[in-house]
């Protein structure tokens, strides 16, 4: 079961009976886990069935993101689990990009990595405006199914919301922005929690070595594995040498925002170029410093 095909199972959804059989110490009954999570205070009867039903597409969500399994009638856990929800973000962003690009939950960042190589020729305000049905008919298209005898579409409108959920609670943009429909591609917060292994522990690093940590850790952005599928749908890349759109502002954003620092060391040959933004006075670096103190795990 997808992530995106549960719409009531949201991240603050999971990581709520994450949390519950976490402090229950590991293991709680399934009725119990429905009494806590969709209590029946509205009426004298039992639990609802629907909200019953809520409560385990919810433990099935747990399960795919490998943190809970069921043990007979328990939900147990499968690991260690986080315990806040940042450890939570960080456990499902690893876990999205570990796997196969046929797995159905993997069409979360292959949707996002869609959405960055569109906003190279079309501009990232444009994913920002477009209505979601026209969003969602062309990521469809680029991205088919799992399987041919599958009738349910890796992405479609219903998946929409939720997708963008998914995306908001991992750092990788905005949503329900006032007058939009759409959702604002913004890696920002992302990467600063990725900082670390990014710079690969030192504090500063080539821009070349810095790209290809990018590429590995977070591969739905420039030269990664699906930022790389999502081109070869026809889209645009970057010319040779020049970072995309998207990652260009995030880079400049964290500079303002004094997580990192771009240089450039003389007339370096191995420098990268920012997408030109004439408000900026950052367009090319050879290194990248993370400044003392910054420190995400």
Request: proline share 6%; aromatic share 8%.
């Amino acid at each position: 079961m997808s992530l995106l095909s549960t719409p009531t199972a949201r991240p603050d959804r999971v990581f709520s009976l994450v949390s519950l059989v976490r402090a229950l110490g590991g293991r709680v009954t399934a009725s119990d886990a429905k009494e806590w999570l969709a209590p029946a205070y509205r009426t004298a009867e039992s639990t609802p069935p629907k909200d019953a039903e809520r409560v385990r597409e919810i433990f099935r969500v747990a399960r795919d993101l490998k943190l809970l399994d069921a043990d007979q009638n328990d939900w147990v856990s499968q690991c260690e689990l986080p315990a806040t929800r940042r450890a939570f973000a960080h456990h499902v962003h690893a876990h999205l990009c570990s796997l196969e690009s046929d797995d159905p939950d993997a069409v979360l960042l292959r949707a996002y990595a869609w959405c960055v190589a569109y906003a190279e020729a079309n501009g990232t305000s444009t994913v920002l405006s477009r209505t979601a049905k026209e969003l969602v008919r062309e990521i469809a298209a680029a991205l088919g199914r799992s399987n041919e005898q599958d009738e349910d579409p890796l992405f479609n409108s219903t998946k929409w919301p939720a997708w963008k959920d998914w995306m908001v609670f991992l750092g990788l943009g905005w949503n329900d922005l006032p007058g939009t429909s759409g959702f604002l591609l913004d890696p920002c917060r992302r990467i600063e929690e990725e900082i670390l292994a990014l710079t690969l522990s030192n504090s500063r690093l080539d821009a070349k070595s810095f790209l290809v940590s990018i590429a590995k850790t977070l591969p739905y952005l420039d030269s990664g594995t699906m930022f790389e599928a999502a081109c070869n749908t026809g889209l645009a890349r970057p010319p040779k040498g020049q970072l995309s759109r998207v990652l260009s502002q995030a880079i400049r954003a964290l500079q303002d925002n004094g997580i990192l620092r771009c240089e450039m060391v003389g007339d370096a040959r191995d420098g990268v170029t920012l997408f030109p933004d004439p408000l900026s006075s950052t367009n090319a670096f050879s290194h990248i410093q993370q400044f003392p103190g910054v420190s995400h795990v």
